[in-house]
Structure formats: C-alpha cells, structure tokens
C-alpha cells in the first residue's frame, strides 16, 4: 500500500498541519514523532528501503529496539507537512540494540530526521514501558503563551501544574498528573533528553523553558488535545496577568478536590497547597 494513502500517514500529516494552523510551528520549530504498530508497518512492508545506513542515534535506547516511527525532519517546516509530506517527514526503524536509526522512507530531497530525535526517543522508551505500549505519539511545539509563561512563572512543577489547573476548569481533568518543568537547557542533546525523560515519568507535559512544550500520548488526538489545552490555558493566564497583576478569585484546593471525585481523577496533594 503507498504510504501516504494511510490512515496513521494521514492521521500524521494531519495533526502537524493542525499545530501549523496554530501557530506553534515558526519556520522549522518543533517536531513530531509516532511509534508505528506492527500491522500499520506490514500494510507499507513492500515501500520500505532495507538498504540506507545505520547511524546513530545520541542515546540508547534498547526498549525500542526494531521499532519502526514516522517522525518530522530535521529543519523541516511544519507549514510544508501536508503539501510534501515525502519530503518534510521520514520513517525510520530502530535496530536491535537501540543504539542506531535507519531511514527506510521519505525525506526525498535529504537530510535527517529531527535533531530532537534523542529527547523523543528517549522519552517514547519511558511511555512505552510505563503504559503497557499505550503511548505511542511524542510532539514538541513552540506554542507562545505557554513559552511567554517560563518568563513569568517560578520555573518549578507545582508553579505551573496549580496556575494551569486554575484557569480552566478541565485542565486538571486533562492533565491529573501535573506539568513537569525542565530549565532552560541547549537543545537537541542528550541532556535535554535525559532531564525530560525523567520528567515523564510522573507526567504526560513538560514546559521546556524559554523555549517550548513537549507531550506524550496514546494518539494523535490524545496528544494534540493536551498541547492544545495546556496552551489555551497558558493563553487564558497571559491575558488575566496582562489585565491585572492578580486574581481576584479563582478555583480553591477544596473546589479541585470535589472535582476530581466527581470526575475520577486523583490529584496529587502536592499541587493543592494553601496560597
Ligand atoms: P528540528 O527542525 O531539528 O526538528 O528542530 C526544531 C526544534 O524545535 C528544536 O527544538
Ligand atoms: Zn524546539
């Protein structure tokens, strides 16, 4: 079957020109990674190369070992995805040591695949492991009122997990485990890569400061909700600090607390503290 006339390519495409649409994708930022089922890479078997070198990759990661991922290119631009998706995305397998990557599919006119490649990877390794293989979709964006936030806020989980929660209702519906918060760091590297993973293992959301967002989830839809939710409550919190410096009211611990009985949730007590 011709890749691009899949469901998950389309699903793929699809949400990156979502993210596009935006706003959170300036020129090449941000990146898009999918760890593929066994059965979506047997229906595309027939279009995979075998035969492209082995390089590596910057971290190990042998819980992923032969696993095959559709993921975005290296100073590709997102506004391009839906238009020359063969050019601006790859499918890459993963070998038996997790150690090395080869493209087997895609980009057409060359280069690599994103120079996040590490981070995601990385942090696939953990989802995959702590959610029995539900996780299957890493996304990195540059969405501005999250980022204008890392300026603002004290640069620490709780500060940002309570400030998020308050301002829209659902947020700790969508999000029960909080955000995790990574200081500003060099990115692309392994140690972007090694502060983020351990972040994810409590947390579905990591804020890179001055910098970014970075999501795990079971699907496309998944995972662009929660970077959608996250933002438009980040976009809700700029503009009540640009009317005034304040809040007047807002949501109470006891108040989060009969919401997470009614809605099933648990919130962790560390993020209802006494303000
Ligand atoms: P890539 O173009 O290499 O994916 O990098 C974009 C980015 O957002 C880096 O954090
Ligand atoms: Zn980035």
Aim: glycine letters at 10%.
């Amino acid at each position: 079957m011709n890749v691009l006339e899949t469901s998950v390519m389309q699903g793929f495409i699809r949400m990156a020109d979502d993210g596009w649409q935006q706003g959170w994708h300036e020129r090449n930022g941000g990146n898009l990674t999918y760890r593929m089922k066994p059965e979506e890479v047997e229906q595309i078997r027939e279009e995979l190369q075998d035969n492209q070198p082995w390089q590596d990759i910057g971290a190990s990661v042998p819980g992923l070992s032969g696993e095959y991922f559709i993921v975005t290119g290296s100073g590709k631009y997102f506004r391009n995805i839906s238009l020359f998706p063969e050019d601006s995305c790859a499918i890459i397998e993963i070998d038996k040591a997790g150690e090395r990557f080869r493209i087997c599919w895609g980009l057409a006119g060359g280069g690599r695949p994103t120079s996040e490649l590490p981070s995601h990877l990385m942090n696939h390794e953990v989802k995959k492991a702590l959610t029995g293989g539900k996780h299957r979709v890493i996304y990195h964006a540059h969405p501005a009122n999250t980022i204008a936030l890392t300026f603002v806020l004290p640069l620490e989980d709780q500060a940002f997990t309570r400030e998020l929660w308050e301002m829209a209702t659902e947020c700790p519906v969508v999000f029960p485990d909080g955000i995790g918060v990574v200081p500003w760091m060099v990115p692309g590297g392994r140690d972007i890569a090694v502060e983020t993973s351990k972040l994810m293992k409590q947390y579905d959301v990591a804020v890179w400061a001055h910098h970014g967002l970075f999501c795990s989830g079971e699907d496309f839809d998944l995972t662009f909700g929660l970077m959608h939710t996250v933002e438009k409550s980040a976009q809700i919190l700029v503009k009540v600090l640009s009317m005034t410096g304040s809040k007047r009211q807002t949501i109470q611990p006891d108040e989060f607390r009969s919401l997470a009985k009614d809605f099933h949730v648990t919130l962790p007590e560390k993020f209802l503290y006494e303000k």
